[in-house]
């Protein structure tokens, strides 16, 4: 069993830079490839970024590469979410997920999931 627990949301001005953070309970956390979704208010949930167990590897949705940043510590059992040059469009609930499998771009390959940090950015 994994906990998830995100933080770092908060209300930003269209342009600034937040990091969301996601601390992992337990001891297996490097075995777990980590996902970043997000869900806005009347749409479906949608991937937003991932990485592998080891951190070499990342993978973004096209509507914010170039903008964010996912990195990983295992030491610290925490995944983060670096955001620049936010816009409006990215306001939603962000998730993070571990997986223990291959796929990356679908929550439904997803074991555990936290509860959600809200991130709003005004225009």
């Known amino acids: 069993q994994v906990q998830l627990v995100e933080s770092g949301g908060r209300l930003v001005q269209t342009g600034g830079s937040l990091r969301l953070s996601c601390e992992a309970s337990?001891?297996?956390?490097?075995?777990?490839?980590m996902g970043w979704f997000r869900q806005a208010p009347g749409k479906e949930r949608e991937f937003v970024s991932a990485i592998s167990r080891g951190g070499s590897s990342t993978y973004y949705a096209d509507s914010v590469k170039g903008r964010f940043t996912i990195s990983r510590d295992n030491a610290k059992n925490t995944v983060y979410l670096q955001m620049n040059s936010v816009k409006p469009e990215d306001t939603a609930v962000y998730y993070c997920?571990?997986?223990?499998?291959?796929?990356?771009?679908?929550?439904?390959?997803?074991?555990?999931w936290g509860q959600g940090t809200q991130v709003t950015v005004s225009s």
């Open positions: 337990g001891r297996t956390f490097s075995s777990y490839a």
């Open positions: 997920a571990a997986t223990r499998g291959v796929q990356y771009y679908s929550g439904r390959f997803y074991d555990y």
